[in-house]
T-cell receptor, first 114, second 106 residues
Framework: GALVYQYPRRTICKSGTSMRMECQAV??????VAWYRQSPQKTFELIAL?????????EQNFTQEKFPISHPNLSFSSMTVLNAYLEDRGLYLC??????????FGKGTRLTVV | GQQVQQSPTSLVLQEGENAELQCNFS?????MQWFYQRPGGSLISVFY???GTKQSGRLTSTTVIKERRSSLHISSSQITDSGTYLC????????FGSGTKLTVEP
Protein backbone atom coordinates (compact mmCIF):
# COMPACT_ATOMS: atom_id res chain seq x y z
CA GLY A 1 0.00 0.00 0.00
CA ALA A 2 0.87 3.65 -0.16
CA LEU A 3 3.01 4.77 2.77
CA VAL A 4 4.25 8.22 3.61
CA TYR A 5 6.94 8.74 6.23
CA GLN A 6 7.75 12.03 7.84
CA TYR A 7 10.85 12.77 9.83
CA PRO A 8 11.34 13.85 12.51
CA ARG A 9 8.07 13.12 14.31
CA ARG A 10 8.77 15.76 16.94
CA THR A 11 11.28 18.53 17.22
CA ILE A 12 12.04 21.48 19.43
CA CYS A 13 13.96 24.47 18.19
CA LYS A 14 14.99 27.74 19.72
CA SER A 15 13.27 30.87 18.58
CA GLY A 16 15.06 32.35 15.57
CA THR A 17 16.65 29.10 14.45
CA SER A 18 15.69 26.90 11.51
CA MET A 19 14.37 23.40 11.25
CA ARG A 20 14.19 20.99 8.30
CA MET A 21 11.59 18.26 7.93
CA GLU A 22 11.35 15.45 5.43
CA CYS A 23 8.62 13.53 3.63
CA GLN A 24 9.26 10.18 1.99
CA ALA A 25 6.83 8.22 -0.16
CA VAL A 26 7.33 4.45 -0.04
CA UNK A 27 5.86 2.04 -2.52
CA UNK A 28 4.67 4.62 -5.00
CA UNK A 29 5.82 7.66 -6.88
CA UNK A 30 4.64 11.05 -5.73
CA UNK A 31 3.59 13.33 -8.54
CA UNK A 32 2.67 16.05 -6.08
CA VAL A 33 3.47 16.91 -2.49
CA ALA A 34 1.48 19.43 -0.49
CA TRP A 35 2.71 20.75 2.86
CA TYR A 36 0.22 21.75 5.54
CA ARG A 37 0.40 23.26 9.00
CA GLN A 38 -2.09 22.72 11.78
CA SER A 39 -1.55 25.36 14.43
CA PRO A 40 -3.01 24.92 17.91
CA GLN A 41 -6.80 25.28 17.79
CA LYS A 42 -6.76 25.73 14.02
CA THR A 43 -7.54 23.69 10.99
CA PHE A 44 -5.07 22.66 8.34
CA GLU A 45 -3.51 25.53 6.42
CA LEU A 46 -2.07 24.75 3.02
CA ILE A 47 1.50 26.06 2.84
CA ALA A 48 2.50 25.07 -0.67
CA LEU A 49 1.97 22.57 -3.43
CA UNK A 50 4.93 21.02 -5.18
CA UNK A 51 4.32 19.20 -8.45
CA UNK A 52 7.13 17.49 -10.28
CA UNK A 53 8.26 19.49 -13.30
CA UNK A 54 6.33 22.56 -12.16
CA UNK A 55 7.17 25.52 -10.00
CA UNK A 56 6.26 25.24 -6.32
CA UNK A 57 3.12 27.23 -5.60
CA UNK A 58 2.85 28.91 -2.21
CA GLU A 59 -0.43 29.92 -0.63
CA GLN A 60 -1.12 33.40 0.62
CA ASN A 61 0.69 34.12 3.91
CA PHE A 62 3.40 31.58 3.16
CA THR A 63 6.57 32.34 1.20
CA GLN A 64 9.52 30.50 -0.24
CA GLU A 65 11.78 32.76 1.77
CA LYS A 66 10.27 31.43 4.99
CA PHE A 67 9.39 27.85 3.98
CA PRO A 68 11.79 26.72 1.24
CA ILE A 69 10.79 23.37 -0.25
CA SER A 70 12.87 20.85 -2.14
CA HIS A 71 11.23 18.12 -4.26
CA PRO A 72 14.23 16.52 -6.01
CA ASN A 73 12.61 13.25 -7.08
CA LEU A 74 9.29 11.40 -7.19
CA SER A 75 9.57 9.95 -3.70
CA PHE A 76 11.08 12.66 -1.53
CA SER A 77 10.35 16.21 -0.42
CA SER A 78 11.73 18.39 2.32
CA MET A 79 10.68 21.70 3.80
CA THR A 80 12.60 24.03 6.07
CA VAL A 81 11.07 26.46 8.53
CA LEU A 82 13.51 29.35 8.56
CA ASN A 83 13.86 31.67 11.52
CA ALA A 84 11.14 29.92 13.47
CA TYR A 85 9.09 31.82 16.01
CA LEU A 86 6.26 30.97 18.35
CA GLU A 87 3.59 31.39 15.66
CA ASP A 88 5.29 28.68 13.58
CA ARG A 89 4.63 25.96 16.12
CA GLY A 90 2.22 23.22 15.21
CA LEU A 91 1.86 19.98 13.31
CA TYR A 92 3.33 19.94 9.80
CA LEU A 93 1.91 17.34 7.46
CA CYS A 94 2.80 16.36 3.95
CA UNK A 95 0.10 15.05 1.65
CA UNK A 96 1.26 13.03 -1.32
CA UNK A 97 -0.64 12.67 -4.58
CA UNK A 98 -0.08 9.98 -7.17
CA UNK A 99 -1.69 11.54 -10.20
CA UNK A 100 -5.12 10.32 -9.24
CA UNK A 101 -7.03 12.40 -6.80
CA UNK A 102 -6.63 10.44 -3.56
CA UNK A 103 -4.02 11.94 -1.24
CA UNK A 104 -1.97 10.05 1.34
CA PHE A 105 -0.56 11.63 4.47
CA GLY A 106 2.38 11.06 6.74
CA LYS A 107 2.03 11.21 10.52
CA GLY A 108 3.43 14.69 10.66
CA THR A 109 6.26 16.59 12.27
CA ARG A 110 5.29 18.41 15.45
CA LEU A 111 7.31 21.58 15.87
CA THR A 112 7.71 23.28 19.22
CA VAL A 113 9.47 26.63 19.38
CA VAL A 114 11.00 27.71 22.66
CA GLY B 1 -8.48 28.98 -0.70
CA GLN B 2 -11.66 27.08 -1.29
CA GLN B 3 -14.43 27.21 1.30
CA VAL B 4 -15.18 24.06 3.24
CA GLN B 5 -17.67 24.14 6.09
CA GLN B 6 -18.18 21.32 8.52
CA SER B 7 -20.93 20.87 11.04
CA PRO B 8 -21.34 20.40 13.87
CA THR B 9 -18.14 21.79 15.32
CA SER B 10 -18.33 19.32 18.16
CA LEU B 11 -20.57 16.44 19.09
CA VAL B 12 -20.95 14.40 22.26
CA LEU B 13 -22.64 11.02 22.09
CA GLN B 14 -23.41 8.17 24.38
CA GLU B 15 -21.90 4.92 23.27
CA GLY B 16 -24.21 3.18 20.83
CA GLU B 17 -25.76 6.35 19.42
CA ASN B 18 -25.45 7.32 15.76
CA ALA B 19 -23.68 10.39 14.41
CA GLU B 20 -24.19 12.42 11.27
CA LEU B 21 -21.39 14.76 10.22
CA GLN B 22 -21.85 17.26 7.43
CA CYS B 23 -19.49 18.87 4.97
CA ASN B 24 -20.47 21.62 2.54
CA PHE B 25 -18.23 23.19 -0.04
CA SER B 26 -18.49 26.33 -2.10
CA UNK B 27 -17.06 25.19 -5.40
CA UNK B 28 -17.15 22.33 -7.84
CA UNK B 29 -14.33 19.91 -7.26
CA UNK B 30 -12.53 16.80 -8.45
CA UNK B 31 -13.25 14.69 -5.39
CA MET B 32 -13.30 14.79 -1.65
CA GLN B 33 -11.93 12.76 1.26
CA TRP B 34 -12.93 12.18 4.85
CA PHE B 35 -10.15 11.87 7.41
CA TYR B 36 -10.01 10.86 11.04
CA GLN B 37 -7.41 12.64 13.12
CA ARG B 38 -6.12 10.83 16.13
CA PRO B 39 -5.50 12.75 19.34
CA GLY B 40 -1.78 12.51 18.58
CA GLY B 41 -2.35 14.32 15.29
CA SER B 42 -1.85 11.75 12.55
CA LEU B 43 -4.44 11.61 9.78
CA ILE B 44 -6.15 8.45 8.68
CA SER B 45 -8.04 8.44 5.40
CA VAL B 46 -11.54 7.18 6.12
CA PHE B 47 -13.12 7.59 2.71
CA TYR B 48 -12.01 8.73 -0.70
CA UNK B 49 -15.35 9.54 -2.21
CA UNK B 50 -15.67 11.33 -5.54
CA UNK B 51 -19.44 10.81 -5.52
CA GLY B 52 -22.21 8.53 -4.34
CA THR B 53 -22.32 6.37 -1.25
CA LYS B 54 -19.57 4.27 0.25
CA GLN B 55 -19.69 2.08 3.32
CA SER B 56 -16.98 0.63 5.47
CA GLY B 57 -18.15 -1.19 8.56
CA ARG B 58 -20.09 1.23 10.72
CA LEU B 59 -19.12 4.21 8.59
CA THR B 60 -21.04 5.44 5.56
CA SER B 61 -20.12 8.40 3.38
CA THR B 62 -22.51 10.02 0.92
CA THR B 63 -21.29 12.68 -1.47
CA VAL B 64 -23.52 14.67 -3.83
CA ILE B 65 -21.22 16.76 -5.97
CA LYS B 66 -24.00 18.74 -7.64
CA GLU B 67 -25.33 19.84 -4.27
CA ARG B 68 -21.81 20.47 -3.00
CA ARG B 69 -22.18 18.40 0.12
CA SER B 70 -20.98 15.24 1.75
CA SER B 71 -21.96 13.47 4.94
CA LEU B 72 -20.33 10.92 7.17
CA HIS B 73 -22.62 8.65 9.16
CA ILE B 74 -21.30 6.67 12.11
CA SER B 75 -23.63 4.02 13.41
CA SER B 76 -23.52 2.44 16.86
CA SER B 77 -20.73 4.74 18.00
CA GLN B 78 -17.94 3.40 20.19
CA ILE B 79 -15.62 5.15 22.59
CA THR B 80 -12.75 4.50 20.20
CA ASP B 81 -14.53 6.58 17.55
CA SER B 82 -13.67 9.71 19.54
CA GLY B 83 -11.45 12.16 17.73
CA THR B 84 -11.68 14.79 15.04
CA TYR B 85 -13.21 14.09 11.65
CA LEU B 86 -12.11 16.28 8.78
CA CYS B 87 -13.43 16.59 5.29
CA UNK B 88 -11.20 17.84 2.53
CA UNK B 89 -12.06 18.79 -1.01
CA UNK B 90 -9.70 18.17 -3.89
CA UNK B 91 -9.39 21.19 -6.14
CA UNK B 92 -6.00 20.22 -7.60
CA UNK B 93 -4.88 20.15 -3.98
CA UNK B 94 -6.74 19.26 -0.79
CA UNK B 95 -8.43 22.02 1.19
CA PHE B 96 -9.61 21.09 4.68
CA GLY B 97 -12.63 22.00 6.73
CA SER B 98 -12.20 22.88 10.38
CA GLY B 99 -13.36 19.47 11.55
CA THR B 100 -15.94 17.95 13.85
CA LYS B 101 -14.68 16.90 17.25
CA LEU B 102 -16.52 13.77 18.29
CA THR B 103 -16.59 12.55 21.87
CA VAL B 104 -18.23 9.23 22.63
CA GLU B 105 -18.92 8.64 26.30
CA PRO B 106 -19.65 5.34 28.03
Amino acid sequence: GALVYQYPRRTICKSGTSMRMECQAVGFQATSVAWYRQSPQKTFELIALSTVNSAIKYEQNFTQEKFPISHPNLSFSSMTVLNAYLEDRGLYLCGVGTGGTEVFFGKGTRLTVV
Amino acid sequence: GQQVQQSPTSLVLQEGENAELQCNFSTSLNSMQWFYQRPGGSLISVFYNPSGTKQSGRLTSTTVIKERRSSLHISSSQITDSGTYLCAINYNVLYFGSGTKLTVEP
